[in-house]
């Protein structure tokens, strides 16, 4: 072999890899909208991406994600939901009613999945139905928040059998707890309670808001599981405690953080989830073609250190129902 065919060769092999690698499609793009922090929303975004590995999804390999974080702050939503939207990427992730409102305003084609919601999508304009959405959403709805309200107040009442007067804890920015309020007066009926709504919008409020909830003669708190106080859990959790209050919860991070009570949908295994529904999406489905899902884990998690600190004897029969009891 002549030495110039020779190196035509060896150019040619190594030449090789780098026109394979400019034929190979480009990485589809997954972007995310967390109303916490990166902190806060660690959990999920591990549960996500374990998702995406069962489905032969690799960050970085064949998989890129995009992620913003709004910090707990409603008001930095839209903006950062403009951000992925100008990524142009192949679908978005949207956790809480804001994000995905913020998201779905923004964009009528990228296919948005929503990592839980609290409202009927279809009363939001979200969808045509649960079973065939019919647009650009897609994802979970959680069971309604007044039916959550309902079933965690229930819950404080067996801990605490003497309590009367509950303090609603909300963020009144927030959507989904201002539909909680419209249904709370339904609510205190059937479960014979004087609730009164407390307003929180900001985390510098926590001291004096609940330390005149304690003094005004609340002798219990039911806490919204809206970002503000999700993304602020230790510094809230700790607050009430403080003020020897029981209070009642939504998402397992808030007992885990020192929260006596806590009741809701597990929200890690819905972003994991989210990963098969996204991953449908790049395989061709259409996100109006696929059915809004339902949660199929709801848990109860008892932190007896914080029981015990209030003063507080669980039965026996609440310990037998819950689903993590934290010593």
């Avoid at 959403?137 to 107040?153: H, M, N």
């Amino acid at each position: 072999m002549r030495r110039r065919e020779f190196l035509g060769l060896v150019g040619g092999a190594a030449a090789y890899p780098l026109a394979a690698r400019a034929q190979q499609p480009n990485r589809p793009v997954v972007a995310v909208l967390s109303p916490v922090s990166a902190i806060a929303f660690a959990r999920n975004l591990n549960a996500l991406r374990a998702g995406f590995r069962d489905l032969d999804y690799t960050e970085g390999r064949n998989l890129s994600i995009e992620i913003r974080y709004a910090g707990g702050a409603v008001a930095q939503l839209p903006s950062l939901a403009a951000e992925l939207v100008g990524l142009k990427p192949d679908a978005i992730v949207a956790g809480s009613v804001p994000a995905i409102t913020a998201t779905h305003s923004l964009t009528r084609t990228i296919p948005v999945v929503m990592a839980a919601t609290t409202i009927d999508p279809t009363s939001m304009g979200l969808a045509a139905s649960l079973a065939k959405p019919g647009g650009n959403v897609t994802g979970f709805w959680t069971e309604s928040e007044d039916a959550l309200i309902a079933k965690r107040l229930e819950l404080l009442k067996d801990i605490v059998p003497g309590i009367a007067r509950v303090g609603l804890v909300i963020n009144p920015t927030d959507p989904t707890d201002k539909v909680a309020i419209e249904q709370l007066p339904r609510i205190t009926r059937t479960l014979n309670l004087d609730v009164r709504v407390v307003e929180i919008d900001s985390s510098s409020q926590f001291e004096s808001v609940l330390t005149n909830a304690a003094r005004d003669g609340l002798n219990a708190l039911c806490i919204s599981h809206a970002p503000l106080f999700f993304e602020k859990r230790e510094q809230i959790t700790a607050l009430v405690t403080r003020l020897r209050l029981p209070a009642v919860y939504g998402f397992r991070e808030f007992a885990t953080a020192g929260g006596l009570l806590s009741y809701a949908s597990n929200l890690a295994d819905i972003w994991r989830r989210s990963a098969g529904v996204v991953a449908k999406i790049l395989r061709g489905a259409k996100p109006g073609d696929l059915p809004i899902e339902r949660p199929d884990r709801f848990e109860l998690l008892v932190n007896l250190k914080t029981a015990k600190s209030l003063g507080l004897v669980v039965p026996d029969r609440f310990l037998l129902i819950a689903d993590e009891v934290i010593e």
